[in-house]
């Protein structure tokens, strides 16, 4: 119920830039869809529930999307994440998923990217992912292909104060989320997001080999997250004029 207004509230629209290769894909790998931006909430990954059957490969429903722990500790959204079958992005539960070759979602940004949002600078989108090697490394370890994801008008979804500085820096990084202040539709403070017209674009699969358990190199880690970091760049720059981001540009930090 859920997945399905939300669906109908934001006018989702998914666009895949290669359908037939994502259908194509080994059925006994797990596929990893790194989606960004993150912005205040990374709610655009309902797209991928598999009960909406929007997105290749995704049918298994526990743990479809995996989100920072701290979501499930906080009263009314914990349940609604946990209804719309998102579970823990800790390492755990990224290698169990991928040991049993189950599709799913996740922002590789996390909650620092949210750090580095500035509303003054609406120009530049920041992505969070210059330190982010960790999914890549253990893509490299189970062989699966990663997917680049971008969702266009999921930022501005949110109004949002974000206090600065070196101590919120690490209580971000303590609790897993930012202590943010951010209101939604009417002005409602941490209330339901505006319905902005999503727009979920998946670009075409990055094929990695299986290096196994123990060895994975450096130099594997350090290709294709660069690869991945292109690739989202590039998937992004080929749809911006489209969706009426001509004048913005990703930054990666």
Known sequence: ?????????????????????????????????????????????????????????????????????????LPFIRQVYSAVCCGSVDKRTFVEKLRKGETFVFCPGGAEEVMCMDPANPHEIPIYIKKRKG??????????????VFIFNLDGSYGYWIPKGTIMKRLANAIGFVPLFFWGRFGIPFGIPNPQKLVVVVGSPILLPKEGEGNVNKESVEYYHKLFCDELIALFDRHKDDMGYGDRRLVVV
């Open 1 to 73: 119920w859920i997945v399905r207004h939300a669906e109908e509230y934001f006018g989702l629209t998914t666009v895949l830039e290669n359908r037939t290769k994502l259908e194509n894909l080994d059925d006994g790998v797990a596929t990893i869809y790194a989606m960004e931006p993150h912005d205040v909430i990374p709610y655009g990954m309902f797209a991928f529930n598999p009960k909406l059957e929007r997105i290749p490969r995704c049918t298994v429903l526990d743990n479809a999307g995996l989100v920072v722990n701290a979501i499930f500790s």
């Open 135 to 148: 999914f890549v490394n253990l893509a490299l370890r189970f062989g699966s292909p990663i997917v680049p």
